[in-house]
């Protein structure tokens, strides 16, 4: 049998759900990062999310757990658990058990809610987070639209969802781009900029791509990476459009990929069609991506020609992402 990948997950904030898709005193059983979780949000308002089975007898608290308080309570005996992961109560016990670790009953993930998203912070060894997620002002902005929100599964890994911006020559084999676009691309510590200039298609007055165009017109396209879950690109034309992709590990071999646009209120009509038209040309191409995705093999030593662009640079800054199960835990707390 092949192996496709033989990656760990990468550690980072990913999302988990939008923000609007969880009431107050709402339960949602979810699978990421090759576990079964519980999402809900107390009756304070702040968004928790646990691994999903009760210590007592193992229940999974996101089928038929409710909300109490701060806490969530087991369908099976009403054992609470707060967002922390600490057993706030047996309801028909007179002390906690010996064995019971009372403040870290379950395990319990770092939660961030921006950019209209659910965060989750991931990193096999329990470490804290070591960067906060980025904040997109325009997705805060009553200037800018309501999002439009895609969403798909996909069997891959997060490194090769990202490392599609880096491999120029796709965009003509694939996508059908005129020329190779012309990118740099800058790394400091878990962030990547790529900056790309590319002579891509023109749109017909409808906003519809021109595909038998052979002569084009210049675009910018502004694309940041904020650890291994999280994109925002930022793309101008005749128009302005930002785009905030984010990618959440199933397990090892497969993931869920969300894009979400927006763009400002104030641009002509004319624009917004041509800005609506790119949205579907990016959702296009990501959905002429997904059948090699689904289907290739990672090489972990490629045969790499001078015109492929900056894969190996690329591949060099993810590998922060990675941990090794094995190493002590301690060595990789924040101080």
Not at 6 to 33: H, M, N, R, S, T
Not at 117 to 128: D, F, G, M, N, R
Request: aromatic letters at 12%; hydrophobic letters at 35%; glycine letters at 6%.
């Amino acid at each position: 049998m092949t192996v496709r990948y033989d990656k760990p997950i990468p550690y980072g904030w990913y999302a988990v759900e939008y923000c609007d898709q969880l009431a107050v005193g709402e339960v949602k059983p979810l699978k990421y990062f090759g576990k079964d979780l519980v999402l809900f949000r107390t009756e304070s308002g702040e968004a928790a999310l646990l691994d999903a089975f009760c210590p007592h007898l193992g229940a999974h608290l996101g089928h038929g757990g409710t909300v109490k308080g701060d806490s969530i309570s087991c369908p099976f005996h009403a054992w609470q658990f707060n967002g922390q992961g600490s057993c706030t109560e047996i309801p028909y016990a007179n002390r906690m058990p010996p064995k019971l670790d009372a403040a870290n009953a379950i395990r319990s993930y770092p939660i961030c809610e921006r950019n209209q998203v659910i965060w989750a912070w991931y990193h096999p060894l329990q470490a804290e987070p070591k960067w906060e997620v980025e904040y997109v002002p325009e997705l805060d902005s009553e200037d800018w639209t309501a999002i439009d929100k895609y969403d798909w599964t996909i069997n891959t890994i997060p490194q090769e969802t990202g490392e599609n911006a880096a491999d120029i020559a796709h965009f003509v084999t694939v996508h059908g781009a005129l020329k190779m676009p012309d990118g740099k691309v800058s790394l400091e510590g878990h962030t990547r900029l790529t900056l790309m200039e590319s002579n891509t298609q023109s749109m017909d007055e409808s906003g519809q791509v021109d595909r038998n165009d052979a002569v084009g017109e210049q675009a910018r396209l502004e694309s940041w990476n904020y650890g291994p879950g999280f994109t925002l690109q930022r793309f101008s034309r005749m128009f302005d459009i930002v785009m905030m992709g984010t990618v959440t590990p199933i397990d090892h071999e497969n993931l869920v990929l969300r894009f979400n646009f927006t763009l400002p209120k104030k641009q002509t009509d004319t624009h917004k069609l041509y800005a609506h038209g790119f949205r579907d040309e990016v959702v296009h191409q990501v959905e002429q991506d997904m059948p090699i995705w689904n289907n290739k093999q990672y090489l972990d030593d490629p045969i790499l020609c001078d015109g492929d662009g900056p894969i190996a640079k690329y591949r060099k800054w993810f590998q922060q992402f990675y941990v090794d199960d094995s190493e002590p835990a301690q060595k990789l707390k924040i101080a």
